[in-house]
């Protein structure tokens, strides 16, 4: 079997910050740009990617296997690297949503359901953890593909 020798060295730094973010492949290399160059976290943080991004922290009552493993996941990488940041990055024509069912927000509209859920997720870790400071952004491209980034306030 090969050994692939790396140019990449251990980060052998505390890291202060966990970003969530969604697995699909189009926007990956807009997240790493913006968490690496943008807001100059320079590989220096922990991250959960999966379907949805940081939907698991909403999905209490619909889908709460899922959510018990998107808690279980946020609890143990703040408390075992005290963690103090939240980045929370929801993206346009997200596939996870069209899965989901209408009901559970409050309009049926994209882009309005996912900030709804960075809202509640943010609410929620709120309550859990108040000395967290939590992010929010919202990804999407132009007609030229080219990705940005919109901070979502409260
Ligand atoms: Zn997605």
Known sequence: MPTFQLSSTLHDMDAEVLAIHCSDHRFQAGFYEFLNLKLDLDED??????????????????????????????????DAHDLKRLILIQHQDCSWYKDLPFHLHSSSELRQRQEEDLRRARAALHKERPELSVELYYASYDASEHIAIDTISS
Do not use: H, I, N
């Open 45 to 78: 943080y922990d991250l959960l990617v999966l379907p949805g991004g940081p939907q698991c922290l909403t999905l209490v009552e619909y889908l709460p296997k899922f959510s018990w493993a998107g808690w279980k996941w946020f609890r143990f990488l703040v």
